[in-house]
Nanobody, 115 residues
């Protein structure tokens, strides 16, 4: 059974940092493309950052220079380091892993940026 479990969300002040983790069981991240998405209330789910099996990365313009996606193959975990957080980064963050056979989503972790 495939399971993606996100963790690391929480409440942080503007300018602060959080590191999200997405741990997988039943699939191997190193042979898949994995992305972090976010969805704020009343808004669509947007791609934030992604990392390919070959470690190529992509960042949405609204997080470039602030967020970093990485993968630890030994731990089968993908991370999203979020720095210089802004109130508009508040959302539920999800990871998704995909290949030519299909995709899997995690359950999401809440990130709230507020003073």
């Amino acid at each position: 059974q495939v399971q993606l479990v996100e963790s690391g969300g929480g409440l942080v002040q503007p300018g602060g940092s959080l590191r999200l983790s997405c741990a997988a069981s039943g699939i191997i991240f190193s042979v898949r493309d994995t992305g972090w998405y976010r969805q704020a209330p009343g808004k669509q789910r947007d791609l934030v950052a992604s990392i390919t099996s070959g470690f190529n990365t992509y960042y949405a313009d609204f997080v470039k220079g602030r967020f970093t996606i990485s993968r630890d193959n030994a731990k089968n975990t993908v991370y999203l380091q979020m720095n210089s957080l802004k109130p508009e980064d508040t959302a539920v963050y999800y990871c998704k892993s995909s290949n030519s056979y299909g995709q899997y989503w995690g359950q999401g972790t809440q990130v709230t940026v507020s003073s």
